[in-house]
């Protein structure tokens, strides 16, 4: 990994410093003191009492040791489990103002998110030590956020050092890692997503993201057992496949390198609260694994299909108007998101001249694509298999939904961003209906 770490961070936005290895832990004075503290003043490390104990305590007397000035830490209750509320973030704010510090956020996703928002309002860098491989938003921009009772994705920068010990991660709660791994196994049809898009001409790939991204996750996601019995050394590719996912966000400056349709599914369950009464609430990791299974299963579908031999005309005159597909997005949403599925539709629609040409450009690529996009997927009972013995959802029961349930989502995936999936080419071929169908046809996936 060091080699392609080292390009990753030569052009990653913010990121500069990345350790992950077993035992590092033991040098995170140095490596937080030496990027984040490089210039003297006081660190306020965040924590909960879980993460605290796994790691914190540790990387308090590592600062100390190198002469780094350590403020009273915050430390949240371990349980009930802490959520990612602004409420929160305002708390570390006044804390980071309060101390003149700057934070590190000692735990996994909701402390890095709480600790990276707190940090990017303040115009201050911060670091992470993460405790748990349970996604990969540690060296990714941003933090999904609930504010108002609404959750977004609040802008903020990644942070400056990332620290990865492969024991404190194996010693988490298993489900954490189950939960990354649904997250590392969305980069197989969001990158397939990603293909279409580049061979229709709608979003060129960006090779270095897309090296970072897919070169070693198939390696990362092969040892899905002894990751779920906590094998420390399982987890050095999945960590690294996590970390490498969010830098290579930094680096294509957007989240295309490693979210598809299927984070489309797991974004609408959390718009329905899926799991939200739970402690701790279902994870995006697992949500996004069924997702996942069901996007897996659609390109099965798709590449049954014959791209080469369609009618280019007949698919045209076919096209619906922009009125129609407002009526059916109108049709198909409720609340709120009637309006997002209008704005984010309407900005990846195209006249009928425009579809000729997008149907052309694939009809044209497809003896090299399919087999591209042939190689890219992962069958989807063989992904099921991995993600069981993983320890992740493998059928949409495991986070409390049904089959019909799923497919129900599937239009509402279409409409819901504007990045275009494959889920749009299915539309714009007039085959979208039937592929879902066929998804769910008895002797399929989950029937």
Request: with cysteine.
């Given at each position: 990994m060091n080699e392609t770490l080292a390009r990753a961070l030569e052009h990653a936005e913010t990121t500069r410093v990345v350790e992950v290895g077993r035992g590092v832990l033991a040098d995170a004075g140095r490596t937080i003191g030496g990027t984040l503290l490089a210039d003297g003043g006081p660190v306020l490390l965040v924590a909960d009492e879980r993460t605290w104990a796994a790691a914190g305590a540790v990387v308090a007397e590592r600062l100390r040791e190198v002469g780094a000035e350590v403020v009273e830490p915050m430390i949240f209750p371990g349980s009930p489990t802490l959520y990612a509320a602004y409420e929160h973030c305002v708390e570390i704010k006044q804390r980071l103002v309060a101390t003149g510090a700057l934070g590190v956020a000692v735990g996994s996703g909701t402390l890095n998110d709480l600790v990276k928002l707190a940090s990017g309002e303040l115009g201050q860098p911060y670091a992470v030590v993460g405790t748990a491989a349970s996604m990969d938003g540690y060296?990714?921009?941003?933090?999904?956020?609930?504010?108002?009772?609404?959750?977004?994705?609040?802008?903020?920068?990644a942070p400056l050092a990332v620290?990865?010990?492969?024991?404190?991660?194996?010693?988490?709660?298993?489900?954490?890692?189950?939960?990354?791994?649904g997250d590392l196994s969305a980069k197989l049809p969001g990158g397939a997503d990603w293909l279409i898009a580049d061979a229709v001409g709608v979003d060129p790939l960006n090779e270095l993201a897309w090296g970072l991204v897919q070169g070693g996750v198939r390696e990362a996601l092969s040892r899905p057992a002894e990751l779920a019995a906590g094998v420390p050394e399982a987890f050095e590719g999945l960590c690294s496949g996590l970390v490498l996912s969010g830098l290579a966000m930094q680096v294509a400056r957007g989240t295309r390198p490693a979210s598809g349709a299927e984070h489309y599914f797991s974004h609408l369950w959390e718009l329905d609260h899926l799991g939200a009464e739970l402690d701790p609430p279902l994870s995006h990791g697992f949500k996004v694994a069924i997702g996942t299974l069901a996007m897996c299963a659609f390109y099965e579908r798709f590449l049954a299909r014959d791209v080469a031999g369609v009618d280019v005309e007949a698919v045209v005159a076919a096209w619906p108007t922009w009125k129609e597909i407002a009526a059916d997005i109108r049709a198909t949403m409720s609340g709120p998101l009637v309006e997002k599925g209008l704005t984010e539709t309407r900005e990846k629609y195209v006249d009928a001249e425009g579809l000729r040409r997008r149907v052309e450009r694939l009809v044209a690529a497809w003896p090299s694509l399919k087999g591209e996009l042939a190689a890219q997927v992962v069958p989807a009972k063989e992904l099921q298999g991995m993600l069981a013995r993983a320890g992740a959802p493998s059928r949409p029961e495991d986070i409390g939904l049904t089959a019909a349930a799923v497919k129900a989502t599937f239009p509402r995936a279409m409409y819901y961003r504007s990045r275009y999936t494959v889920l749009d080419v299915a539309r714009e071929l007039g085959w979208f209906d039937d592929l879902v169908e066929e998804v769910f046809a008895p002797g399929g996936l989950w029937t």
């Open positions: 060296t990714g921009f941003g933090a999904p956020m609930t504010r108002d009772g609404v959750k977004i994705t609040m802008p903020c920068p620290v990865f010990d492969l024991d404190v991660v194996a010693d988490a709660p298993a489900p954490m890692a189950a939960s990354g791994y």
